[in-house]
Every structure is written in structure tokens, then in C-alpha cells.
């Protein structure tokens, strides 16, 4: 069945944040796609008018490590989102027992995360919604950034959908706290999550509720105290914690180099004025020492 009189719809590939996600082949093309459908039907009409004109913006994203935005239309009062079809994502890598990540692997990975996340900075677009599941792997090995802006455009999901739970592993605590003007260093946390998640096979802080997130974010790195984040108490849900010392983070990830664990602390700074800057971490001198970063092709993948 065609859809737009240009895509020809295959299976369903899963159920998402917004709505169902089906493969497709671009008739246009011959390219194999991946449709999002995008349930608008509670929504007033000028918020849809919004939404679309702020999708138009993401169509010229256009970057090496983010998922192209190829097309979109409304079809039977659902907004569809046509992206280019990726082969897994960087969940199904971690969560495999039979791939081994290298040094070198882990390099490559969180390098093309920030790529991607510094490309969207730069044009002051934010994800907010930073977790393994959505950063996709194409053919080629290329890691690439999806659902970028849909957290702003469409409301952030957390609230809606329950499995979406697992994204509070990922937020910083400035988000915890209840802070309603934030900034990149959002995604930054995120991908320091997913730094971390790389180098344990495992989600590093897995809070069960919002306060637990917090609590598991101040046994780790210790309470912060005013001094070190000035903003927090005037943060809107900020509570006075009973004071924690922290881990090193050497204990934490024993077997990280002297580099990656330098690069992981400035990325896990409390406060998101003195957190590193995307752009910054690429400069890192992580990504510059031994050994170099694997080349995407050769990175290893799931079956
Ligand atoms: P979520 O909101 O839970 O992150 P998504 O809406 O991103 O889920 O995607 C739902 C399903 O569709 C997932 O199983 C995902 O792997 C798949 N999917 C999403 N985008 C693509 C794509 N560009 N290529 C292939 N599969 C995709």
C-alpha cells in the first residue's frame, strides 16, 4: 500500500515515543526508509501549525551523525516523519554479550555522539531526550543522533508513556531539580551517561523515581554543595540533601584510562555553567591520545 503516492509500506518496526514506526521503501529513490507516524489528535490546530513550521527546520539539519529528516506530511490526520532506515542502535550494541567494546570502540562511539550533539548546539537546538536507544547505527557503522527537537516540538514524553521511564537514567540533575530554563549541558549529562554506560555494559545511574535518580547521581559524585553550584537553590524542587561523599571515579570505572575518566568528570559537572561544552569534550585530548578512535566500518555490531 502506498502512502503519500511515494512510499510503499513495509513491516512495523516498533512502537514509539509519538507512534508506530514502519520501514518503507522511497519509490522516488529506491531508498529503504523509516516512517514515523505522529499522533496530532488532542492537540489544537495551532500548536500543529507550530509544530510543522519547527519541523521544517529540523529537514536542514543536515550532519554526518544525524538521522536525516527526508521528509513529512500529514496523512489521515497523523503527521508522518520520513527518516533514513538505520540497522540497530547503540542499546542493541551494549546490551549484546558477544561484542567486546575496545578502548578504541568506546572512542569511536562517544566521539560520534558529540559530533552529533555539537552540530545541533551550535544551531541551538537541544535533544533532551539523550538515551543508547536513540542514537541509531547505519550499515556503515555510523552513529547517528535521532529524534532531534521532537522533545521540544511534541512535549517532552516522559510523563506520557511509561516506557519511557528509563530516560530519567539520563537526566541531569539541573532537570531533576525541576529547572525549567536549561541548556546544552543537558545533552552533555546524557551522553556522560552513555560514556559511562559504554565503559561498565551497563546503565550507570538507574534511579527508580525522580528523587531516587538524584540520590544515585549524589552516592556516586557526592552531594554538591552550594559552593560548587551556586543556581541550585534557587532551582524550583531543590530540597537540602543529607550531606554524601562521593566515589572517586576510579572506583567507579576501574579499568577507563587516566584521559577518559578526565573527559567523564568535566561532562559530570554539577553545574551546567562549568560543564564542558560539546564541542569542548571533542577537543579533549581523550580523543587525540592512544588509541585512535576505530573507524566506523570496523566497529563491532550485532548480528
Ligand atoms: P522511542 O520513542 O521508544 O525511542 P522510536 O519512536 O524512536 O522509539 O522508535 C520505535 C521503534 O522504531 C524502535 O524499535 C526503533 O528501533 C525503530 N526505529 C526508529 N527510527 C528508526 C530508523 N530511522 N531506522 C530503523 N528503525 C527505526
Known amino acids: ?6 512510499y510503499l509500506k513495509r513491516e512495523v518496526l516498533g512502537e514509539g515515543t509519538y507512534g508506530v514506526v514502519f520501514k518503507a521503501i522511497d519509490t522516488k ?3 529503504t526508509v523509516a516512517i514515523k507516524k505522529i499522533r496530532l489528535g488532542k492537540q489544537k490546530e495551532g500548536v500543529n501549525f507550530t509544530a510543522l513550521r519547527e519541523i521544517k527546520l529540523l529537514k536542514e539539519l543536515k550532519d554526518e551523525n544525524i538521522i536525516e529528516l527526508i521528509d513529512t506530511f500529514p496523512h489521515k490526520g497523523n503527521l508522518h516523519l520520513v527518516f533514513e532506515f538505520m540497522e540497530t542502535d547503540l542499546e542493541a550494541v551494549i546490551r549484546d554479550r558477544n561484542i567486546v567494546l575496545s578502548p578504541a570502540d568506546i572512542k569511536s562511539y562517544i566521539q560520534m555522539t558529540l559530533k552529533g550533539l555539537s552540530f545541533c548546539h551550535r544551531k541551538w537546538i537541544l535533544h533532551r531526550d539523550m538515551k543508547p536507544n536513540n542514537l541509531l547505527i547505519g550499515s556503515r557503522g555510523q552513529l547517528k543522533l535521532a529524534d532531534f527537537g521532537l522533545a ?16 530519567r537514567w539520563y537526566r541531569a540533575p539541573e532537570l531533576l531539580f525541576g529547572a525549567k530554563q536549561y541548556g546544552p549541558g543537558v545533552d552533555v549529562w546524557a ?4 560514556f559511562a554506560e559504554l565503559l561498565l555494559r551497563r546503565p550507570f545511574l538507574q534511579g527508580n523515581s525522580d528523587i531516587d535518580q538524584l540520590g544515585k547521581i549524589f552516592a556516586a559524585f557526592g552531594t554538591p554543595k552550594p ?5 541550585m537553590v534557587y532551582l524550583p524542587d531543590y530540597v537540602e540533601y543529607q550531606y554524601v561523599p562521593g566515589q572517586s571515579l576510579r572506583t567507579l570505572f576501574p579499568m577507563a584510562s587516566d584521559d577518559a575518566l578526565d573527559l567523564l568528570s568535566k561532562m559530570f559537572t554539577y553545574d551546567p555553567k562549568s560543564r564542558i561544552s560539546a564541542q569542548h569534550a571533542l577537543e579533549h585530548r581523550y580523543f587525540s591520545s592512544i588509541p585512535p578512535p576505530t573507524e566506523p566500518a570496523l566497529l563491532p555490531r550485532p548480528p
Open 1 to 6: 500500500k502506498k502512502v503519500a503516492d511515494r
Open 29 to 31: 529513490t529506491g531508498q
Open 152 to 167: 521540544r516540538i511534541f512535549g517532552s514524553p516522559d510523563r506520557r508513556f511509561t516506557h519511557q521511564v528509563f530516560a
Open 191 to 194: 551522553a556522560a551517561c552513555i
Open 227 to 231: 559552593s560548587q553550584w551556586q543556581d
